[in-house]
């Protein structure tokens, strides 16, 4: 059973940094492309960051280049986002996602299976 728990999401104030956080397991994690994503209220679901499953390769939506970091580490089975310079508008549940086995299409939202639960960032200005 494949499973991606979230965790790091709170309150920030704008400005700040946070470091999302996802384990997986159940899944023979290097062949995976990981994926962010995030739903802010009212609106749909987006992809944020994407790496591919050796972690050569990066993806940004042009919203997030040069404030989001997105890293994985083969090792310990975990991905990454690092966020810098917050904004309000940031504020949404982001997801980790994972695609694969080392599927070539990894900066495509559809290609994401397995989905976490979920954590919560909220950006106070």
């Known amino acids: 059973q494949v499973q991606l728990v979230e965790s790091g999401g709170g309150l920030v104030q704008a400005g700040g940094s946070l470091r999302l956080s996802c384990a997986a397991s159940?899944?023979?994690?290097?062949?995976?492309?990981m994926g962010w994503f995030r739903q802010a209220p009212g609106k749909e679901r987006e992809i944020v960051a994407t790496?591919?499953?050796?972690?050569?390769?990066?993806y940004y939506a042009d919203s997030v280049k040069g404030r989001f970091t997105i890293s994985r580490d083969n090792a310990k089975g975990t991905a990454a986002l690092q966020i810098n310079s917050l904004k309000p508008e940031d504020t949404a549940v982001y997801y980790c996602a994972a695609a694969g086995p080392y599927d070539t299409r990894w900066t495509s939202p559809s290609q994401y299976n397995y989905w976490g639960q979920g954590t919560q960032l909220t950006v106070s200005s």
């Open positions: 790496i591919n499953w050796a972690g050569s390769s990066t």
């Open positions: 159940g899944l023979i994690f290097r062949a995976y492309a």
